[in-house]
């Protein structure tokens, strides 16, 4: 019977260490997935800072960027409160806010897409607002 008891609570701790290093992940995937929309949008900033306009460019930005805020939809689930530091726990609190500010953002990224040159610096400024519009209530200083 303690035979049992040693083998179940080895057990239980080997799960528990699952579930801890699962959440983990979820903080590690949330910075690198943000990393990759901060990437894209300096390269859409040189853009609108003066660089010549490069439908490429453009394309493969903004592709990138709403391919990475539908994955970041997937990052919070119940469980992952504090996988990370700079996500702040209101999000867990107003999810359906949050997701629609993720969904913002992600729709405004196509429209910089589909925007064209002489709408490009009207559109990237919608864009840079909705980064601005989550940050400030949903992200911690880290
Ligand atoms: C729906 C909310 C939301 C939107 C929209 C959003 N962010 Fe974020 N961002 C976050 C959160 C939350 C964090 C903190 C992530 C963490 O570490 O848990 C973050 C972190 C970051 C970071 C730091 C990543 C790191 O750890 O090095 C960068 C850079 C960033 N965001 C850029 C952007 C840019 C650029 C946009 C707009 C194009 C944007 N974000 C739009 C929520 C958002």
């Known amino acids: 019977m303690k035979r049992n008891w040693i083998i179940g609570a080895a057990v239980s701790l080997t799960m528990l260490g699952t579930a801890t290093a699962v959440m983990a992940g979820f903080g590690e995937d949330r910075e690198a997935t943000m990393k990759e929309v901060g990437k894209s949008m300096k390269a859409l900033a040189e853009i609108a800072k ?5 439908d490429a460019i453009v394309e493969q930005n903004t592709t990138a960027m709403a391919t990475a805020f539908e994955k970041f939809g997937t990052l ?3 469980g992952s409160e504090t996988a990370s530091k700079a996500a702040s726990p209101d999000i867990w609190a107003n999810m359906e806010d949050f997701n629609t500010l993720r969904t913002n953002a992600q729709t405004a990224a196509l429209k910089v897409q589909t925007s064209g040159q002489d ?6 400024g919608e864009l840079a607002a909705t980064c601005k519009a989550c940050h400030t209530k949903y992200r911690l200083a880290d």
Do not use: L, Q
């Open 50 to 54: 003066g660089a010549a306009y490069d």
């Open 119 to 124: 709408g490009f610096k009207a559109a990237f």
């Open 76 to 78: 919070f689930p119940a």
